[in-house]
C-alpha cells in the first residue's frame, strides 16, 4: 500500500480534482447554461425516476464501493475517527466531482443527443468531448487521463481488497506472494469471464451489487452505534432507504425478478419494514446483556501493527 497506492494514487487524485474545477470553472466564465432541475421526468424513455436514479448515480450518492475499501483502510489508519474524513470526505468529494461533469454533459448535450452520442460511442466519446471542449486539447486530455485513471485504479483496490477479505474469512497469511497468487488467480479467471457478459448488463448488476453493499454497510453502521449507545437513526435512516431502493429494483427488473413495479415497491416496503424490526429486536436483546456500552477505541495506536493476512501488502 505505501509502494503503490501511498505513492501513485494522491498523483492520480489530484488530476481528477484539477480536471473537475477546471470544468465547472469553465462553464461558469463561458456562462454555459444548464438545465434547471424540475420535477419533469427528463428521461428519453420516460423511465421511472424511483429507484433507477439511485442506482444510476451509485458512486457519486452512496456508494457501496468505498465500504468495500474498508479492509485496506482499516490496516492503515491509526484512529477510529479519521474514517470520517476518509470515507464521508471522499463521499462529498466524489458527489461534487459526479455533480460538476453532469452538469457539464447537461450543458453541452441536450436528452436526446446524448443519448444518441452514448449508444454510438459509449460514455469516453462524452468524457473525450466534455474535457475537450470546455478545457483545450491539453487541459482536455489531461482530463481525460484522469477520468481514465479511475477504472484502473478502482479495479486494483476492489481486487486488492475482496483478496484481503477471502484471506481474513481463510485465514492464510499473505507474506509470501505464492498465498497472495493462490487467492488472486482465481479470481483473475472469474473476471476473465465476466469480460465474456455484455457489458450493459454486466453493469447494472454491479450498479445493484455496488448499493446492496452500501444498504448492508449502512445496516451494520446502525447495529454499530446502537450498541456504543450513539445516534443510530443517521445510519438507520439511510439503511431503510436504500433497502427499499435495491430490493424495488431487483424485484422489478428485467435482469431481477420482472415484477410488476407496483408490486415491487409494496415487496420492498414490507422487506424494508421485516429488516427494521429484526434490527430493533436483536439490538434490544444484545443491549440486555451487553452491560456497559461498546466504546470506540479512538486513541492515537503508535505504530500500527498489521494483521497477517495483510502483512507484506
Known sequence: MDQIIGRLYPAFGLLLLISAVGIGGSL?????????????NLHPDNVPIFPLLFLTISCGA???FHATQSPIISRIT?????GRAIFYGMMITEAVIAMI???????LFDGQSLNALLKASGPAAVVSQVATTTLGAVGGTLAIIGVIVLPITSGDTAFRSARMI?????????????KRLMI???????????????????WRYFSWANQSTAMIALWVGAVYLTLSRKNFWVALLPAMFMTAVTFTYILNAPIGFGLARTLS????LVITAAFTAAFFAGTRRQLAGSGPAVVPVDEPAGPVRVPTAAAGD
Not at 463561458?30 to 438545465?35: E, H, K, L, V
Not at 477471502?166 to 505464492?178: E, T, V
Open 62 to 64: 452512496l456508494s457501496g
Open 101 to 107: 461533469w453532469a452538469a457539464a454533459a447537461m450543458s
Open 265 to 268: 415497491i409494496a415487496g420492498s
Open 78 to 82: 491509526q484512529r477510529e475517527s479519521q
Open 184 to 202: 488472486a488467480l482465481p479470481m483473475f479467471v472469474i473476471a476473465a469471464v465476466l469480460t465474456q457478459v455484455d457489458f450493459n448488463i454486466l
Open 166 to 178: 477471502i484471506a481474513d474469512y481463510l485465514n492464510i497469511g499473505q507474506q509470501h506472494i505464492s
Open 28 to 40: 461558469i466564465l463561458r456562462g454555459a447554461p444548464i438545465p434547471e432541475l424540475t420535477l419533469q
